[in-house]
């Protein structure tokens, strides 16, 4: 599937996780990456991903989606993650269904980051394996020193515009090596 990659501030927001094992442990540290206050819950949830978590609850309820900017259905059982994720619909919040690109309003892309340099890649869900491969060669052709462009970046864009602008901003990525 075709899909916009739109990017999403998540900085002290709220993101419900249902679930508590190794699939919502990940999750939940591409969501923490980006600042997300995340809301756990399960009835048993790993150690690592308790100590995510902003909120902890024991039982899944609709409830539970009131003031979540999106929500992530990440347990090991289909049903639930279909209750989950019909809920969400019914409520407007957009969620990621794992195992189930049919139930997701988003997905989880492959991510290098460097600073506030994000680059995410998607297939529409249909092979999360070629997303890892392909952020992983991307990760080793993008240089560390990337954040330390953006930054010079901003500074440069308070100042210069339009042609200038990104003749200068092609320079820095030419002084990078890229």
Do not use: W
Request: proline share 5%; net charge neutral; charged share 25%.
């Amino acid at each position: 599937m075709n899909c916009f990659p739109m990017m999403m501030p998540l900085k002290n927001k709220r993101v419900l996780l249902v679930g508590g094992g190794k699939i919502a442990l990940r999750k939940a540290e591409k969501l923490r990456l980006f600042g997300a206050k995340i809301a756990v819950c399960a009835p048993v949830v790993l150690p690592a991903l308790s100590a995510m978590a902003a909120e902890k609850h024991a039982a899944y309820d609709k409830e539970l989606l009131r003031g979540a900017v999106c929500a992530v259905a990440a347990t090991d059982d289909a049903a639930v993650n279909a209750r989950v994720a019909e809920d969400c619909r019914a409520a407007g919040v957009p969620v990621n269904s794992v195992d189930a690109p049919s139930d997701c309003d988003f997905y989880f892309p492959a991510l290098v980051t460097r600073g506030d340099v994000t680059v995410g890649v998607s297939t529409g869900g249909a092979s999360p394996a070629l997303c890892a491969a392909l952020a992983k060669r991307l990760e080793a052709l993008l240089p560390q020193s990337l954040s330390q462009v953006c930054e010079r970046a901003e500074e440069l864009r308070a100042r210069l515009h339009g042609e200038e602008y990104l003749a200068a901003v092609e320079q820095l990525l030419k002084e990078a090596g890229l």
